[in-house]
């Protein structure tokens, strides 16, 4: 054979077998002792200086090529062709699983009990502007009602953007995007800027709810937040509403319910009051209507704010609102 045959076929062959063994077959014919290229190596001496160059270069080179070849290719057969034997007693590796934040399972829980009434669930970016984060929902610049929210300005020099220091700026964000009716809450990440302790967290999380239409009451909220409350603790409950303030509602109100562990007896959770406290709501304020350019004698609707890290700790006995980003594995895996 010439060194043209050899490299017309060897190739071919070389990536048809199926097995190992035909594999060491086609290195025989090739490469063995008597192989056709090793009988072209070998007949090199008996060739001119000239010849034994060129012909011997392409020789070795070629002999290169198919030994790559043959490499690559008993590693693709690897075990092939044999029988292996597979014991199925054997037992199997057990699958480590990890474990879900409890803010995550308390999120999951809450969002699927809302999607459950109709809701859609929508979010928000956490850097937000000063005029979503508060002109728009009624706390003007200098106004006192902006010392409820301690705020982390983002560019000090112009004070326009913040981490946004509640949900309710996706209020803004929905409205000024999407026509009413409609139903939806807001998951996400908040930031306040005040000390921490067993109750406070300089990052935590809320979840807002927005419902407008033609004929939305209190009355229709205090319906929903009592169905939720009783979806998420699994018992009946009963809902109170307080006057609060909050600028962006009106009237605005502080929801309680009694509390899902002593059932209104007094324990520690409740501080021995028998409620618990939920969250703020209201009816949404003409101005926020004003600002989204929304006709306040046409529409109207409740909106409500509530913590997720307040829940968890009450559904899973948590005492302190710190456990939840401390990082601790010890925590996590508890649930
Ligand atoms: N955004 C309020 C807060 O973080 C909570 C809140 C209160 C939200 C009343 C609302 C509401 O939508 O109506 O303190």
Same mark, same amino acid.
């Given at each position: 054979m010439t060194l043209q045959e050899i490299e017309q076929l060897v190739f071919a062959e070389i990536i048809r077998v199926t097995t190992a063994k035909e594999l060491e077959e086609v290195q025989h014919t090739y490469l063995g002792r008597k192989g056709h290229l090793t009988a072209i190596l070998r007949g090199l001496s008996t060739l001119s200086l000239e010849?034994?160059?060129?012909?011997g270069e392409q020789a070795n080179a070629l002999r290169v090529r198919i030994e790559t070849a043959l490499k690559e290719?008993?590693?693709?057969?690897?075990?092939?062709?044999e029988e292996k034997f597979f014991d199925i007693t054997f037992p199997g590796k057990k699958v480590v699983t990890g474990h879900l934040n409890p803010l995550t399972l308390i999120l999951r829980?809450?969002?699927?009990?809302f999607i459950s009434f109709g809701f859609s669930v929508v979010e928000g970016p956490e850097v937000e502007t000063e005029f979503n984060n508060f002109d728009a929902l009624n706390i003007p610049a200098n106004h006192p009602a902006r010392e409820m929210w301690d705020t982390f300005w983002l560019k000090p020099e112009n004070q326009k953007l913040l981490l946004r220091t509640h949900t309710s700026p996706v209020q *803004?964000? %929905?409205?000024?995007?999407?026509?009413?009716?409609f139903r939806i809450i807001v998951p996400g990440t908040t930031y306040r800027y005040e000390a921490t302790d067993a109750r406070h967290e300089m990052q935590f999380t809320q979840v807002e709810g927005l419902v407008v239409g033609k004929d939305v009451t209190l009355a229709n909220f205090k319906a929903v937040i009592e169905a939720f409350f009783i979806r998420l603790f699994a018992q009946k409950v009963?809902?109170?509403?307080?006057?609060?303030?909050?600028?962006f509602v009106e009237p605005g109100v502080e929801v309680d319910a009694t509390c899902p562990r002593c059932k209104k007896k007094g324990c520690e959770l409740c501080k021995f009051s028998g409620w618990l406290e939920l969250g703020g709501a209201g009816m949404v304020h003409p101005n926020v209507f004003d600002a989204v350019k929304y006709n306040p004698k046409e529409v109207q609707g409740f909106a409500f704010g509530i913590g997720a890290e307040r829940f968890a700790? *009450?559904? %899973?006995?948590?005492?302190d609102i710190r456990l939840f980003r401390s990082g601790d594995l010890r925590f996590i895996r508890q649930f």
């Open positions: 010849e034994k160059r060129t012909i290719q008993f590693g693709k057969l690897e075990g092939k062709g829980e809450i969002e699927d009990i *803004i964000r %929905y409205m000024m995007t999407h026509e009413p009716p009963e809902i109170r509403l307080r006057p609060g303030y909050f600028p700790m *009450i559904k %899973y006995g948590i005492p």
